[in-house]
């Protein structure tokens, strides 16, 4: 299914120096021309084809998620988000976060570890919906389909305090954007505090 | 921004992927069933609307190395904004929110070695007297994240 390796400690050696610089290229944008490769290999001092190949090495690593359109969920009338948290048997886990993982409205899911007696939950995933109702209801339906009989709690964002912060930066320099990405897929929450 | 349907066909293909090839554009057009200059036109004016946050790559960011790890803290309600403001002081912080639960305070810690993760916890501790939970990702189960419109 779609459970993708874990991130691991090679990771920096994947890019050299060129990639690097084409990852600063390319962090805001492709350019959106014609050729827009040929453009990048021009700014970098490299040819077309091969700043077509290193592309598709970094999707083939997994440096590159994917290459396409990015959007703005709110700007698509997806309003309403939950991060709820499951505490699922450890034999479990990984049977239900790759069924979660399956739901349109599902766009994270991750397992952490306890922090027993406070916190003992396990499995967090963010549902999205247009608004906190039919987040509640695409939470019931995947609760029935998954089967899901374990211990759950919803927590819907209030505010948000600090969007952007002074993220680790690699020497290619990331932006605030990809930034925003990057924390969001760990504090789930850009959504529904939209402070755009 | 209104979207026909074109604009829709645009924004459902493209969050699949896009071609890596020397037209690319024209390419993705073809199979979109329009031309090259009208899809480079679209996604310029969603670009400009600000219906997408960027056309290009999504990185997977922890791939570039660096430590990263979710924290939660059970704060005193009427103590919520002066533990924000210390705990928003640290560069090392980002993504503050404030949740309906007791663990109402969620934030990300990023370092750029994982040995630094727990210092940061601790001074943060040391600096609000709260207890910090640390919950980093140990398995991600993948979803599409795309969205249909």
Known sequence: ?196 | MQFDSLDRNIINTLQKGFPLTEYPYRDAAESLGTTESELISRLQSMLDEGVLTRFGPMFQIERFGGAFTLAAMKVPPDQFDSVAEQVNQFSEVAHNYQRDHDFNMWFVIATEDIGEIEAVIEKIEVLTGIKVYNMPKLEEYFVNLQFAV
């Open chain 1, 1 to 196: 299914m779609k459970k993708v390796q874990q991130p691991d400690k090679d990771g920096v050696q994947l890019l050299d120096e060129q990639d690097k610089a084409l990852v600063g290229l390319i962090q805001s944008g492709l350019p959106i021309c014609s050729r827009p490769y040929q453009s990048l290999g021009e700014q970098a001092g490299i040819a077309e084809e091969e700043v077509i190949a290193r592309l598709q090495k970094m999707q083939q690593t997994g440096c590159i998620r994917r290459m396409g359109v990015i959007v703005r969920h709110r700007e698509l009338g997806y309003r309403a988000n939950a991060m709820v948290v499951w505490d699922v048997p450890d034999e479990k886990v990984s049977e239900m976060g790759r069924c979660m993982s399956q739901f349109e409205f599902i766009t994270l899911c991750y397992r952490r570890p306890r922090c027993l007696p406070d916190w003992p939950y396990n499995l967090f995933c963010m549902i999205h919906g247009h608004s906190r109702e039919e987040a509640m209801q695409n939470l019931d339906e995947m609760i029935g389909k998954c089967k899901i009989e374990y211990k759950h709690q919803v927590l819907f964002s209030r505010r948000c305090f600090k969007q952007r912060g002074a993220v680790y930066q690699p020497e290619a320099s990331i932006s605030d954007s990809v930034k925003s990405e990057l924390a969001e897929s760990f504090a789930f929450t850009k959504i529904v505090s939209g402070t755009r």
